[in-house]
C-alpha cells in the first residue's frame, strides 16, 4: 500500500513539473532587433567566406593566413558575385511563399517556387529541381532513392528563416522544416536544417553557446550519425577546450567521409552536412560568443566555408540582435541593405519586416497572445523528430573513368550492389536553342527507365543515372541515346560502384 501511494505521489510529481513550463517575455523590438540580427549576421557571414569556398578541403586555412573583409565589400559582392548568396535567395524563396500564400502554404507551392526560379542550383536542390520539374514530387523528390545528394548540406543553410519565424519554438521550427525540408534532402540532410532552425528559435531565449547546441540536438534523434556526429564535437570541445584543431582533427578522423555524393567520393571534398555542421559547432563552441572569432574559426575549418561562417553568423547575430552586431562586421552593411538579392524582389530592409510579420504570425499560430508591445512565450522543450537515415548498407568501392563524349549507346559491367553514373549533355558550338536528350537506362537487360538530360544548365540532371540495392553480384549496365542530334553532346565522365560492405582491409584486388 505505501509503495503504490509513493508511485502514485511520484506520477503526480512528474506530472506537474512536465506542466509547469518557463516563459519569456520579449518585446516586440527586441524580437524585431534580433530577426534582423539573424538575416544581417547570416549574410555577413557568407560574404566574409566567399573567397574561401571549397578552397581548402580536407585541411584547414592556417592560423598565419589573413582573412579579407573591409568597407564595402558586402555591396561590391552582393551587386558583382549574387551566386554566391544562395544561402540568402533560397531562403527568401520561401519566405516570399509564405507571405502570398500563408504559413499554410502546400508543399508544392514551396517546391514549384523554387524549381522554377531563375537562379542556378548544385546538389542536393538541382537534383530535387529535376525531380520536381520531371514529375516526382516532394516529399519524394528529396529521398535517397531519387536524390543522391539526399545528404548534403543544402537544406541546412537554407533552414534560417524556420528557426527566425519560430522564436523559443524550436518544434514548430521543425514542423516547418519537416515539410520544406524535404523538398531536397532525406535523414542527415534534412537533420542540418532541423539543427540549424533550433538553434536560431533557441537564440532568442539564451546567450549561451553551450546550452543552445545541447538543447537544438536534442531535436535530432540520438541512433541517427547526425546526432552522434555533433554530440562527438560537444564532447571534444570539452575535453580540448583551448584547442579548436584538435577538435578539427578529431572531425577529420571520424566523420570526413563523404559515401554518397559523386563529387565527394575517394576526393576531400565534402558536402556533408553533418561534416559541415560540425564546423558550424565548432566556430560557436570556440568562438564563444565573439562574433570576429566565430566567423574566423568557421571560415578556417574549410569545406563549404561560406555557408558554415552564414549560419554561425546568423544564429551568433539572433543572440545579439542586430544592433549588438559589431560596427566593423556592419561596415557597408547600410548601403547593402537596400539592394534586392538577385533572382528576388527582396532586399534585407524588406525580410527584416516580412520575417518580424511572420515570426508574430507563427506565435499567435501557437496560441501565444500579445499584450501590447509584450510577448510572452512559453519555452518550448525540444523534441526529437522522427529517425531517418539515407543509404543504408551503401560502402563506395570503386571509380571508374571514362571520359567518353558525344555517345549514343554506352555498356559496362561491375560487381557489386549499385552505381552511380557521371556526366553532362552540352550544346556544341554554343548553339542558341537547348536541347533534351531522351536516354534509356539497362540493368541486367531490364529497363529501368527513360531519362530526360537536358543541355540546360537551370534544369539539368545532376547525375546521368543512379540505381541502389541491387543484389550484390555481377551487373550488367547500359544506356542508349534516342534522339541524337549532332548539335549536341551526351557526355559520360565515369561511374562509381557500391557494395553493401567496405572492402575488405580497405583493398580489392583488380580483376
Request: aromatic share 14%.
Amino acid at each position: 500500500m505505501k509503495k503504490s501511494l509513493l508511485l502514485l505521489l511520484l506520477s503526480v510529481c512528474l506530472s506537474c513539473i512536465a506542466f509547469s513550463q518557463k516563459t519569456l517575455t520579449l518585446t516586440k523590438e527586441q524580437i524585431k532587433d534580433k530577426i534582423k540580427g539573424g538575416w544581417a549576421g547570416q549574410t555577413i557571414g557568407v560574404t566574409f567566406g566567399g573567397p574561401y569556398e571549397f578552397r581548402f578541403n580536407g585541411t584547414y586555412i592556417q592560423d598565419y593566413q589573413p582573412l579579407l573583409w573591409y568597407d564595402g565589400y558586402l555591396k561590391n559582392t552582393m551587386l558583382n558575385n549574387p551566386g554566391l548568396y544562395d544561402d540568402l535567395y533560397m531562403d527568401l524563396t520561401f519566405v516570399d511563399v509564405f507571405e502570398k500564400y500563408g504559413l499554410d502554404a502546400p508543399v508544392d507551392s514551396f517546391a514549384n517556387a523554387f524549381a522554377n526560379a531563375g537562379y542556378m542550383l548544385w546538389h542536393a536542390n538541382q537534383a530535387a529541381r529535376y525531380n520536381i520539374l520531371n514529375g516526382i514530387k516532394a516529399p519524394a523528390s528529396g529521398s535517397w532513392q531519387h536524390n543522391p545528394h539526399a545528404d548534403d548540406i543544402d537544406y541546412q543553410i537554407e533552414a534560417d528563416y524556420a528557426g527566425l519565424m519560430s522564436p523559443g519554438m524550436p518544434n514548430a521550427a521543425s514542423a516547418i522544416s519537416d515539410k520544406i525540408g524535404h523538398i531536397m534532402n532525406y535523414g542527415d540532410g534534412w537533420y542540418g536544417g532541423v539543427f540549424i532552425g533550433a538553434m536560431y528559435s533557441l537564440s532568442f531565449t539564451s546567450n549561451d553557446l553551450n546550452y543552445i547546441v545541447t538543447e537544438a540536438l536534442k531535436t535530432i534523434p540520438k541512433q541517427s550519425t547526425f546526432y552522434q556526429c555533433i554530440n562527438d564535437v560537444i564532447g571534444w570541445h570539452r575535453k580540448y577546450p583551448l584547442d579548436w584543431h584538435q577538435t578539427w582533427f578529431e572531425i577529420q578522423k571520424k566523420w570526413s567521409e563523404d559515401k554518397a555524393c559523386a563529387e565527394g567520393i575517394f576526393r576531400p571534398f565534402n558536402i556533408d552536412a553533418k561534416v559541415n555542421s560540425a564546423y558550424v559547432v565548432l566556430g560557436l563552441l570556440y568562438g564563444k560568443g565573439d562574433f570576429s572569432k566565430t566567423l574566423e574559426l568557421c571560415t578556417r575549418a574549410g569545406q563549404d566555408a561560406d555557408c558554415n561562417p552564414s549560419s554561425a553568423g546568423g544564429i551568433l547575430g539572433t543572440i545579439l540582435g542586430y544592433d549588438k552586431i559589431p560596427g566593423y562586421w556592419k561596415m557597408g552593411l547600410k548601403e547593402a541593405e537596400d539592394i534586392d538579392f538577385k533572382y528576388t524582389t527582396i532586399s534585407l530592409n524588406k525580410v527584416y519586416d516580412i520575417g518580424f510579420k511572420h515570426a508574430l504570425q507563427n506565435l499567435e499560430r501557437n496560441g501565444i497572445k500579445t499584450n501590447g508591445d509584450k510577448v510572452t512565450i512559453p519555452l518550448q522543450v525540444p523534441n526529437p523528430v522522427r529517425l531517418e537515415q539515407s543509404f543504408p548498407n551503401l560502402y563506395p568501392v570503386n571509380s571508374v573513368r571514362l571520359d567518353k563524349d558525344d555517345l549514343k549507346e554506352l555498356a559496362f559491367e561491375f560487381e557489386g550492389t549499385g552505381f552511380i553514373m557521371m556526366g553532362e549533355a552540352e550544346r556544341k558550338d554554343e548553339e542558341k536553342t537547348e536541347y533534351i536528350f531522351e536516354v534509356e537506362l539497362y540493368v541486367d537487360g531490364q529497363k529501368v527507365e527513360t531519362a530526360k538530360i537536358p543541355t540546360n544548365y537551370t534544369t539539368r540532371r545532376y547525375e546521368l543515372f543512379w540505381k541502389y540495392e541491387l543484389p550484390n553480384k555481377k551487373h550488367t549496365v547500359s544506356v542508349k541515346l534516342l534522339n541524337p542530334d549532332q548539335r549536341y553532346a551526351f557526355n559520360c565522365s565515369g561511374y562509381i560502384v557500391f557494395s553493401d560492405k567496405p572492402v575488405a582491409n580497405g583493398f580489392q584486388s583488380q580483376k
